[in-house]
């Protein structure tokens, strides 16, 4: 989607574009859905077309911060996953999208003790979201500071927990049509630039303002969006992407390994 001078799309991991339906621009908020692959890795693209000032790229996903870049007009720059660890671990995995379970009764609380990172409580609401906020920013970043090792705080929505009805079933999906939620695939084989280990500190333009733009993706599995109200995804599309997936499943494992250069997290 562009928006305001700015461009922002999910493509597979060896740079596909995955297509838009839907598309709704009002304001500075721009909405589109794409569709979601259980087991496919993903990145997020961004090109700064026009504009006078520098911005900071936020990324959420889930409702979770995985994290923040910046970029001047004229700039690209693209997210392939998340640093889940210190630069020397080297622990950058990658986004993929998986199948989300929906547990009830009362075996659901002792699903989420025993599963740990996999099952997260965090608001329905934004799960099936990749949100890109665009904000202004100074020219120039404050003193840089020693970049923290982090443990991972995104283990992925693994479960939604409760008595569904209805109409949650046909929006979140049943057994022979699953939802999907976004994980940490497998770790990535990163090259470092030294000034990607440090971090400069961030000083918005107008901290009133809020984000120039917001991108929202809204991911669901191809056949839930034809299902939607007349059809968000013509039903052509859902046989692509069925003949594509069962093609890349095949050779999955000898697909693109994403190396990273001069990441800013």
Known sequence: MIHRGFEAWVAYADGQPLPEFDAEFSGRQAVCYIPSKRGK????????????????IRVTIDGVNVGCKTCRPGGAGR???MRTGSFSEGAYHA?????????AGDDAGAFL???????????????????????HIESELRPAIPHPSRPAPFPGM????????????????????????????????TQWSENAKEAGVIALLNKDEGP???????????VALQAKVQGIMPTSDIKSL???EAEESASDEDSLTLEAQKLFD
Not at 41 to 56: D, M, P, Q
Not at 95 to 103: K, P
Not at 113 to 135: F, H, K, M, N, P
């Open 158 to 189: 693994r479960a939604v927990v409760g008595h569904e009805s209805d109409a949650d079933k046909k929006w979140h999906g049943d057994a022979v049509n699953p939802a999907h939620c976004v994980r940490l695939g497998r770790k990535l084989c």
């Open 212 to 222: 120039y733009i917001t991108f929202e993706f809204r991911y669901r599995p191809a």
């Open 95 to 103: 986004f993929e999208f998986a199948d989300l379970l929906t547990v």
């Open 113 to 135: 003790r025993l599963s740990e990172g996999d099952g997260a409580r965090i608001s329905e609401s934004a799960l099936g979201t990749i949100c890109v906020q665009v904000y």
């Open 242 to 244: 069925a003949d594509d």
């Open 79 to 81: 997210r392939i996953g």
């Open 41 to 56: 890795r993903f990145i997020l693209c961004w090109k700064y077309h026009s504009g006078e000032h520098r911005v900071a």
